[in-house]
């Protein structure tokens, strides 16, 4: 799960995924990153924290991280949260088995419509709706792949 910062909504994606798969009895590696290194060691935002919570779930215990190109080689999946990041994911990738890992979470809700997953650090009235478009789309990702 990547997104910029790795301090609001790829840390929602991690405890999402991670949760629903504890639902599931699946028992997949998931870690979440940021393309920028700006958050490297923070906690998750604490409104991504707070919507977490409210929804049962407790992110606090994350940590952000940078992704590195190791990656690409140690996941089978690399979902990026928006356009940005999934352009900046590419550009890690060492050829086409990597960089077909590479996806677009919200393509996973609306196939090929390459639909962002809207950046809620500037937006204290984003992060509700950005955890339900994750939970969704979490879901597809599952039953896809489950
Ligand atoms: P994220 O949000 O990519 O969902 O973690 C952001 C976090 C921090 C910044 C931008 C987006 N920032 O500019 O510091």
Known sequence: ????????????????????????????????????????????DPRSVSTARQHGLDISRQRARQIQPADLDDYDLILAMDSSNYQDILRLANGSRQENKVEMILNYVDPGSNRNVPDPYWNDDGFDRVFHMLDEACERVIERHG
């Open 1 to 44: 799960m990547v997104c910029l910062g790795n301090i609001c909504r790829s840390p929602l994606a991690e405890g999402i995924m991670k949760h629903k798969l504890r639902e599931h009895g699946l028992d997949w590696t998931v870690d979440s990153a940021g393309t920028g290194f700006w958050h490297v060691g923070e906690p998750p």
